[in-house]
């Protein structure tokens, strides 16, 4: 009841930020932003007259599969940096507020504040994922040809697990510090470091949840999953889980002031 309770607080406190409708439309607008530019570009070069006369501009139309993976390219940049600002403050804001403080010294435990709260974001930013690589598979569809949309579906499950494991690092920040801006900049160095570290040493970190990406175009094409694929997924759902786990034993230990 606590759970239920405090998630449709979380739900409620987006509904009046009008989160439901605004970042939908955001992510709606990063997936289909590269389906359309890479077909309607020869247009838009000529019409903006940046050719020499007489040159003739052609592009090779790309596979389908390579179009609808640039959608989720944008996600895993501009999407990320996103998801990071609207869960930055979270918890933080509340215990600077000290909103936190006036719910914790109820009867309400440290785990459901947290998993509650952690799976109201996750509810609005999976949405909003899935609604814009559905937009954005219409587009792929509709301009270069076809792309299974259980494929694509497939796809997009995956890759929430990268998109879900973001928001973990995110909440996990919030109990370490009060400042939302903190919490911006912890969890896009930790996103940013974890992906340096995983091209460096790509040989040895074969599974990590940064390499999801890497493995999605040829689910994409065949809709088969591979090893590799599968333990990265798991690698990831354990990092959440043990995210989760460190975000709650970091509030109880931490004092609410």
Not at 82 to 97: D, Y
Not at 131 to 155: E, K, N
């Amino acid at each position: 009841m606590q759970w239920l309770t405090i998630y449709k607080k979380e739900c409620l406190e987006s509904a009046r930020n009008y989160k439901w409708i605004w970042v939908p439309l955001v992510f709606i607008l990063f997936c289909i932003m590269d389906p359309l530019t890479t077909y309607y570009l020869p247009q838009i070069l000529e019409s903006t007259g940046g050719l020499p006369e007489g040159a003739v501009f052609d592009i090779p139309t790309p596979p389908a599969a390579n179009v609808f993976m640039m959608s989720i390219s944008q996600i895993n940049t501009l999407g990320v940096l996103v998801i990071t600002l609207i869960t930055m403050g979270t918890i933080a804001g509340e215990r600077k507020s000290g909103v936190a403080e006036l719910i914790l010294v109820k009867p309400v435990s440290y785990t459901a504040y947290v998993t509650a709260k952690w799976a109201a974001h996750v509810t609005l930013v999976l949405l909003s994922t899935f609604v814009g690589l559905i937009a954005s598979w219409y587009y792929v569809q509709l301009l270069f040809g076809d792309v299974s949309f259980m494929y694509a579906l497939s796809t997009a499950a995956f890759y929430s697990l990268y998109i879900i494991l973001v928001i973990s690092i995110s909440l996990f920040m919030n109990t370490w510090t009060k400042i939302p801006g903190v919490v911006l900049f912890l969890t896009i160095s930790i996103i940013l470091v974890l992906n340096l570290i995983t091209s460096i040493f790509s040989h040895l970190l074969e599974w990590s949840p940064t390499t999801i990406t890497s493995h999605l175009p040829a689910l994409l094409r065949s809709g088969e999953v591979g090893q590799d694929l599968w333990m990265a997924a798991l690698i990831t759902i354990l990092l959440i889980i043990s995210l989760l786990f460190g975000a709650i034993q970091t509030l109880k230990r931490r004092e609410i002031v």
